[in-house]
T-cell receptor, first 112, second 116 residues
Framework: AQTVTQSQPEMSVQEAETVTLSCTYD???????LFWYKQPPSRQMILVIR??????QNATENRFSVNFQKAAKSFSLKISDSQLGDTAMYFC?????????FGAGTRLTVKP | KAGVTQTPRYLIKTRGQQVTLSCSPI?????VSWYQQTPGQGLQFLFE???????NKGNFPGRFSGRQFSNSRSEMNVSTLELGDSALYLC???????????????FGPGTRLLVL
């Protein structure tokens, strides 16, 4: 079965600085999707960024980018120029063949 | 365009009762997925519906069931409630079957269920 591991339960970063959240996963599949979701204190989950495993190019969305290392089964999220509104729980997720798995989450606090 | 809505937002039930939660997807979206979020187990996939058909189901007992109507609205039902069913239940919708290229899930605010 697929598993997703986020080894950093909590992290903090100063406003305007850069932070990287880690995620590793375990699968024997070659085709899958990876996601980072953000869940702010208000609880509504939103998609931050997605990566298709067959694409070698790392996905980027404005200040958010990923470092996808397929061989190492690693999918880290880099947040540049951190803003107070980035304070949230961040979940890494894996999807393949109708199976969706989430990591335990990383609580990120951006400090002014 | 209105987002995903879930009703009720909060619910208190007692053990042994049954509960029905509702999810209205974004207009035009045909796929609805349900997730359970608890402090202990984290986020877990419950099931996904597309065009009134359950496409897949997570590792949950038969007490958890769902359905989808022709207007894409979905309900999930939990029978014989247990204390461990206390959780935030999230619903998410997408245009097509989740997992396709460029498909994005949009989440609702969730229904918080407390079982006493």
């Amino acid at each position: 079965a697929q598993t997703v591991t986020q080894s950093q339960p909590e992290m903090s970063v100063q406003e305007a600085e850069t932070v990287t959240l880690s995620c590793t996963y375990d699968t024997s599949e070659s085709n899958y999707y990876l996601f980072w979701y953000k869940q702010p204190p208000s609880r509504q989950m939103i998609l931050v960024i997605r990566q298709e495993a067959y694409k070698q190019q790392n996905a980027t969305e404005n200040r958010f980018s990923v470092n996808f290392q397929k061989a190492a089964k690693s999918f880290s999220l880099k947040i540049s120029d951190s803003q107070l509104g980035d304070t949230a729980m961040y979940f890494c997720a894996f999807y393949n063949n109708n199976d969706m798995r989430f990591g335990a989450g990383t609580r990120l606090t951006v400090k002014p | 365009k209105a987002g995903v809505t879930q009703t009720p937002r909060y619910l208190i039930k007692t053990r042994g009762q049954q509960v029905t939660l509702s999810c209205s997807p974004i207009s035009g979206h045909r796929s609805v997925s349900w997730y359970q979020q608890t402090p202990g187990q984290g986020l877990q996939f419950l099931f996904e519906y597309f065009s009134e058909t359950q496409r897949n189901k997570g590792n949950f007992p038969g007490r958890f069931s769902g359905r989808q109507f022709s207007n894409s609205r979905s309900e999930m039902n939990v029978s014989t409630l247990e204390l461990g069913d206390s959780a935030l239940y999230l619903c998410a919708s997408s245009l097509g079957v989740f997992g396709g290229d460029q498909e994005t899930q949009y989440f609702g605010p969730g229904t918080r269920l407390l079982v006493l």
